[in-house]
């Protein structure tokens, strides 16, 4: 009996499996390749776009729905489609003309439709669009809706930058914003309040794969 088709890996592809240079390396990729030629159940998470996992995987095969967008998109690449597990749906329509907004501090905005749009562009947001192979489209921030918008990135050029102290502003303390959280020194990750995306990856991933060969038992699969 196959005991690896019993278990779907899910790996976190930005930190665990990337090399210094941002790539996998061959050692990696081959493991991988093996693992699910031999039946084994295969995806990542990642706080990269669709394009940007595809490009990094080349030919690494994933046979579950990728956790982008830092698990705000569920991502099938065998097929192109995608479920949104959270995003500012319903959210006031001018709430993205009210970040905050400073000197040195990039906005962009990872969209359901797989693309970045950057609002104010900074030095380090356009290196971190660099590093990661990410096309953007430059937007206005009165023409976003709510729907269409997965997560909220903003990248500081400075330490220096108050950009911690720019949340806590009344314009965006009170808004449906305010969950945030630091992706590293340069940069905070901003997605709606009401929305609890680890349940919502869980339930998405329990629905899509039975871990234990039993319809009648669903659990959660083993994280890298």
Not at 16 to 29: F, I, P, S, Y
Not at 108 to 127: F, I, K, P, W
Not at 137 to 148: P, R, T
Request: glycine letters at 6%; proline letters at 4%.
């Amino acid at each position: 009996m196959n005991q690896l088709n019993q278990r779907l890996i899910l790996c976190d592809l930005d930190h665990l499996l990337l090399g210094a240079d941002g790539n996998l390396t061959q050692v990696v990729r081959d493991v991988l390749q093996l693992f699910v030629r031999r039946g084994g159940r295969f995806t990542v998470f990642s706080q990269r776009t669709p394009r940007a996992v595809r490009s990094i995987l080349g030919s690494v095969r994933l046979n579950a729905p990728a956790l982008v967008c830092g698990g705000a998109m569920a991502y099938h690449f065998a097929d192109g489609t995608s479920q949104t597990l959270c995003s500012f749906a319903g959210q006031d329509a001018d709430l993205f003309t009210r970040l905050p907004e400073a000197a040195g501090v990039g906005v962009a905005l990872q969209m359901t439709d797989g693309t970045t749009r950057v609002l104010r562009m900074s030095e380090a947001l356009e290196r971190h669009l660099r590093q990661e192979w990410t096309p953007y489209l430059l937007a206005n921030a009165a023409d976003i809706k709510g729907e269409e918008v997965l997560r909220v990135l903003l990248y500081q050029d400075s330490k220096a930058v108050p950009m911690i102290s720019l949340l806590e502003q009344p314009t965006t303390k009170t808004s449906p914003v305010s969950r945030w959280a630091a992706s590293s020194n340069s940069s905070v990750a901003l997605r709606a309040w009401a929305v609890s995306s680890e349940s919502s990856i869980i339930n998405l991933l329990d629905t899509f794969y039975f871990v234990g060969g039993n319809e009648n038992t669903k659990t959660l699969p083993p994280f890298c």
